[in-house]
């Protein structure tokens, strides 16, 4: 099999490297590996030192579980560029390449979806709505989820039921949380709301209807912030924009305090639900995504290049997924 070759960045031969992965990068189609390997081995260590303050026997786990991910790839090379067909992810929550890996698939499935969605329910039209608090001791996000948010959220829909009637049709939703300062951060969740034609006449809400009606759910003494905003179903992407992150890349690895503490306080928290129409189509997200595309993994994937499989292998000193040699 012939391996198209960027020529414009030797930089592994310069250097004394096997070719980088990417150094593909016309040809390759996936994420970015060798980065979010970088970052992983990162979170690793902070979550190392996580363990060394806490004890936390979990702490322990994830970071151990974390180093040891995606030692290796198998890529095949199908001529629209490479796909994974193997490697051994670790699936801890907190380890950047399994997050991106998961949002990457889910994205791709729910491109796949929507267009059933569509065909099958062309009159929905779609709505963004976020919902925040205020920021909140890392310490104590558990509580929050649990104590504040769940029973908000359920006063929020009912009130918003109400409001909507049948308008209201199905709804998407993600958790995602900033990071603010070393001790706080900010939760808060991302909607899709599938609502029909009628809402934007007879049931339209304005701005600030909305956020009262999150304030009166909160049960709060302050104006919380919000965005609501319609989105067209002909931006698929923009739709699937909900699928972000549950938290950022660069707060992975801004403090091992930090860091420690949000994974021991999100643990067993649900990242994604679905109700309503939407549920049928997506309820999938509320459960781990197979991370390989199609389940064709029964190759013989020797070693380096074999029957059109490509093995890179992390080498920690360039950084890099180099190709096996
Ligand atoms: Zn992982």
Same mark, same amino acid.
């Given at each position: 099999?012939?391996?198209?070759?960027?020529?414009?960045?030797?930089?592994?031969?310069?250097?004394?490297?096997?070719?980088?992965?990417?150094?593909?990068?016309?040809?390759? =189609?996936?994420?970015?590996?060798?980065?979010?390997?970088?970052?992983?081995?990162?979170?690793?260590?902070?979550?190392?030192?996580?363990?060394?303050?806490?004890?936390?026997?979990?702490?322990?786990?994830?970071?151990?579980?974390?180093?040891?991910?995606?030692?290796?790839?198998?890529?095949?090379?199908?001529?629209?560029?490479?796909?994974?067909?193997?490697?051994?992810?670790?699936?801890?929550?907190?380890?950047?390449?399994?997050?991106?890996?998961?949002?990457?698939?889910?994205?791709?499935?729910?491109?796949?979806?929507?267009?059933?969605?569509? =065909?099958?329910?062309?009159?929905?039209?779609?709505?963004?709505?976020?919902?925040?608090?205020?920021?909140?001791?890392?310490?104590?996000?558990?509580?929050?989820?649990?104590?504040?948010?769940?029973?908000?959220?359920?006063?929020?829909?009912?009130?918003?039921?109400?409001?909507?009637?049948?308008?209201?049709?199905?709804?998407?939703?993600?958790?995602?949380?900033?990071?603010?300062?070393?001790?706080?951060?900010?939760?808060?969740?991302?909607?899709?709301?599938?609502?029909?034609?009628?809402?934007?006449?007879?049931?339209?809400?304005?701005?600030?209807?909305?956020?009262?009606?999150?304030?009166?759910?909160?049960?709060?003494?302050?104006?919380?912030?919000?965005?609501?905003?319609?989105?067209?179903?002909?931006?698929?992407?923009?739709?699937?924009?909900?699928?972000?992150?549950?938290?950022?890349?660069?707060?992975?690895?801004?403090?091992?305090?930090?860091?420690?503490?949000?994974?021991?306080?999100?643990?067993?928290?649900?990242?994604?639900?679905?109700?309503?129409?939407? $549920?049928?189509?997506?309820?999938?997200?509320?459960?781990?995504?197979?991370?390989?595309?199609?389940?064709?993994?029964?190759?013989?994937?020797?070693?380096?290049?074999?029957?059109?499989?490509? $093995?890179?292998?992390?080498?920690?000193?360039?950084?890099?997924?180099?190709?096996? =040699?």
């Amino acid at each position: 099999m012939k391996i198209s070759f960027n020529p414009d960045f030797p930089g592994s031969s310069f250097l004394g490297y096997s070719p980088f992965l990417s150094e593909f990068s016309d040809k390759y =189609s996936d994420i970015r590996f060798s980065s979010l390997k970088s970052d992983s081995l990162k979170v690793a260590e902070l979550l190392q030192l996580g363990y060394q303050q806490f004890s936390h026997p979990r702490l322990k786990n994830w970071s151990d579980r974390i180093y040891r991910c995606s030692p290796s790839l198998w890529f095949r090379d199908n001529n629209s560029g490479f796909k994974l067909r193997e490697s051994a992810f670790c699936k801890v929550r907190l380890c950047p390449i399994c997050s991106a890996r998961k949002s990457a698939m889910w994205k791709a499935k729910c491109l796949q979806i929507w267009p059933l969605l569509t =065909s099958e329910h062309p009159h929905l039209r779609y709505l963004f709505l976020t919902l925040t608090i205020k920021n909140v001791p890392v310490v104590n996000l558990k509580n929050v989820i649990v104590r504040l948010l769940r029973p908000s959220i359920k006063r929020f829909f009912r009130l918003l039921s109400y409001r909507l009637g049948d308008t209201f049709q199905g709804r998407i939703r993600k958790f995602e949380c900033t990071y603010s300062s070393k001790r706080y951060c900010h939760p808060h969740y991302h909607y899709l709301l599938a609502v029909s034609p009628e809402y934007f006449d007879e049931f339209y809400l304005r701005f600030e209807e909305w956020r009262s009606l999150w304030q009166q759910s909160l049960r709060s003494d302050y104006k919380p912030l919000i965005n609501i905003q319609a989105v067209s179903s002909d931006d698929e992407k923009g739709l699937l924009e909900v699928l972000k992150y549950e938290l950022k890349p660069s707060d992975f690895k801004k403090d091992y305090r930090w860091l420690s503490e949000f994974g021991l306080q999100v643990s067993g928290t649900k990242i994604y639900s679905t109700g309503g129409i939407l $549920r049928k189509y997506f309820q999938f997200l509320e459960h781990d995504p197979d991370m390989i595309h199609e389940a064709d993994i029964n190759d013989n994937h020797a070693y380096g290049i074999s029957n059109n499989l490509i $093995r890179f292998d992390f080498n920690q000193s360039a950084k890099q997924y180099c190709i096996f =040699s």
